[in-house]
């Protein structure tokens, strides 16, 4: 049920320190007050006892020695993190990576957790944060629309997440082979394709049913090494992140059994393309471990028509056939928010117009309002498990990864028990950790989703007003840089956007106007990169505009690229001879440019930093 806050009528710019310090004095308020309340709870806790350190010890000349040498140290840093890290608190010079400025509340609540040092591993190491952790696992989940039996954590990051997920399904769909070594009964009369094939579902329902030979089931799934070379396939989109060679890698699942599915010219999974891979898979006997639907793509922001892999794996049932589907939305998945109410409900999409317009959202026409994209957040829903990562989209520092599971039994099939941490069948009000990869880990990232939570809900009122500035900003700079002309050298340079984005990210490439050659297009567009970053441009303090850049290769994208690069009039035989599309890539996620006052403010100083850079490339380079 929705409370009494109005979070609509909140202005989000009090929750950022601000690109030029604009709420420092507030940062710093709460900062002093946080850090009085953790100093007086260490003098009153057992308030009789003597002091450690004395006065007299204070004024002594080796006390002096080891502040001076501290003092000294801890400039030396402050000198390094100024003049080597990236700007990217600016208002809107910073266009590259997945990184912005993070959200001031959660910087408060890290650093404030980070005094207690509580270890997030368990509740007897850190009982308030453990607690949290749970409570944000619960939201993650109800988030991504699994309901009461949802379940998730604070992962470390989405790599963690991505193995942990895979690691998860691929005990459970072991189950099978398990049961049928010390349960046979409960699988008699099933074929080994019919023991591949079975739902999560039904197999944590049969590993329920074996009773109290539950752990010696376990015991012989996949975590004991057998039955691995029988679980099938894992499909990953070629716009994958490295983590999955990784995941499975470590799972033992094997880098040969990854197929990499291809891509359309909108860098989606190509549905068409994904059903004959499965089928002929199926034809040959050989299962579907899982399928990964990108939510958020690293390079191109692109969002996978999850519903479509979903009516997929419906249809593929009818033939005795299930996989898993699990949704890698370490990027996109808080773009979620933008599509669900204050009551927790998901907003039929003939009202989300009206919906826009009493948050403020998309003031300009709901460019972002795209059908395709609302059915694959929706769909999200019918999905096993969600990788989520609040150190991204979420404006949470690193590290706060996040996985979601749609049942709460699949990490069941993890457990492992340390005795001075968690025991068996012995009720804690939470243990994370006998579910995780990780070991030790910091509360200050539970801490710091925890409070944003409560400051900014997983609603369209919350997270889906500040994650629709970011995808405002990349809607209008994808229509600046698309067809953007450029006067240098007597030539003109025309920027051209690779596709219309799906999410905050944008990818576009320079060429020479009347210049067919796709390697000089290629050429220009890696020199732009190199003079907008420390490589050619200078020193990053002194940059005025800031972008990343990344490759689409022909042996990872296929001819993804080729409709693209024939529209500048290139012929595809220029793709086969360079065999890639060098772009460059930006990641909108600056709070700072969310109106036509605001854009109307960057888009003449970004126009002007990339001409001067231009130039700069013009003379140093001769390739212009």
């Known amino acids: 049920m929705k409370n009494n806050i109005s979070y609509k009528d909140m202005d989000l710019s009090a929750y950022f320190i601000g690109p030029k310090g604009e709420n420092a004095d507030i940062y710093k308020e709460l900062t002093n007050r946080l850090i009085d309340e953790h100093v007086g709870y260490r003098q009153n806790f057992n308030s009789g006892d003597k002091d450690s350190i004395s006065e007299s010890e204070k004024t002594s000349k080796e006390f002096s020695n080891a502040l001076v040498n501290m003092k000294e140290v801890m400039h030396e ?13 600016t208002g809107g010079r910073y266009m590259g990576h997945m990184d912005a400025e993070t959200l001031m509340p959660a910087i408060l609540a890290y650093n404030f957790a980070i005094l207690w040092n509580g270890n997030g591993v368990a509740w007897q190491g850190s009982p308030a944060s453990t607690l949290m952790e749970e409570e944000v696992g619960k939201d993650l989940a109800y988030f991504n629309g699994y309901g009461k039996n949802g379940w998730g954590y604070v992962a470390t990051d989405g790599t963690i997440a991505n193995v942990s997920a895979l690691w998860m399904i691929r005990n459970v769909a072991s189950i099978p082979f398990a049961l049928k070594e010390v349960c046979p009964e409960l699988v008699e009369g099933k074929n080994e ?13 049969l590993l329920d049913a074996s009773g109290n030979k539950k752990n010696e089931v376990k015991a012989a799934t996949a975590r004991s090494g057998k039955n691995l070379n029988k679980l099938g396939k894992w499909l990953v ?16 699942i094997g880098e040969d059994n990854l ?42 922001g692109a969002i996978d028509r999850v519903d479509k892999f979903i009516e997929l794996r419906e249809k593929f049932r009818k033939q005795g056939v299930d996989f898993a589907i699990h949704v890698d939305a370490a990027y996109g998945g808080y773009g979620r928010a933008l599509y669900i109410d204050e009551d927790n409900e998901f907003i039929p999409f003939d009202q989300l117009e009206d919906a826009f317009k009493e948050y403020g959202i998309f003031t300009e026409g709901n460019q972002f309002l795209k059908r395709n994209v609302y059915e694959a957040y929706k769909a999200i829903a019918k999905s096993d498990s969600v990788t989520i990562d609040p150190h991204k989209v979420g404006y949470i520092p690193y590290d706060a990864g996040g996985l979601t599971i749609a049942d709460t039994r699949m990490k069941d099939s993890l457990t492992y028990y340390a005795p001075y941490a968690f025991q068996e069948g012995v009720a804690v009000p939470a243990s994370i950790g006998q579910f995780t990869l990780e070991g030790s880990k910091a509360a200050g990232s539970a801490a710091a989703v925890w409070v944003v939570n409560k400051i900014l809900p ?5 997270y889906g007003r500040l994650v629709a500035r970011s995808l405002y900003a990349s809607r209008k700079f994808h229509d600046l840089f698309d067809g953007q002309e450029f006067e240098v050298n007597g030539k003109t340079i025309v920027s051209q956007a690779v596709y219309d984005p799906d999410y905050n990210m944008i990818d576009w490439v320079y060429r020479e106007k009347g210049n067919n050659s796709l ?48 529209s500048l009039g290139i012929d595809e035989s220029e793709y086969a001879k360079e065999g890639k599309l060098e772009i460059l890539r930006a990641s909108t996620m600056s709070p700072w440019v969310y109106d036509e006052e605001s854009f109307s403010y ?22 212009i």
């Open 77 to 89: 840093l402050s000198s390094k993190m100024r003049t080597g890290s990236i700007p990217w608190t």
């Open 237 to 252: 989109p070629s716009t994958m992140h490295y983590s999955w060679q990784k995941a499975l890698d470590i799972t033992g």
């Open 519 to 566: 390697k000089d297009l290629n050429e220009l567009t890696q020199a732009f990169y190199d003079y907008t970053s420390s490589t050619k441009g200078g020193e990053l303090y002194n940059l005025d505009f800031l972008t990343s850049a990344s490759t689409f290769s022909s042996d990872i994208y296929g001819d993804a690229p080729v409709p693209f690069i024939k």
């Open 259 to 300: 197929v990499v599915l291809p891509v359309d010219n909108h860098y989606r999974v190509d549905i068409d393309k994904l059903e004959e891979i499965i089928q002929e898979n199926i034809d040959n006997k050989i299962p579907i471990l899982g399928v990964v639907a990108v939510v958020g793509s690293t390079e191109e």
């Open 193 to 205: 394709w019919e023991l591949q094939n079975m739902s999560i579902e039904e197999c944590l329902d």
């Open 602 to 623: 960057w888009a003449p100083r970004i126009t002007e930093a990339i001409q001067g850079r231009l130039e700069l490339i013009s003379k140093a380079e001769g390739i």
């Open 458 to 462: 997983l609603n369209i009122a919350g």
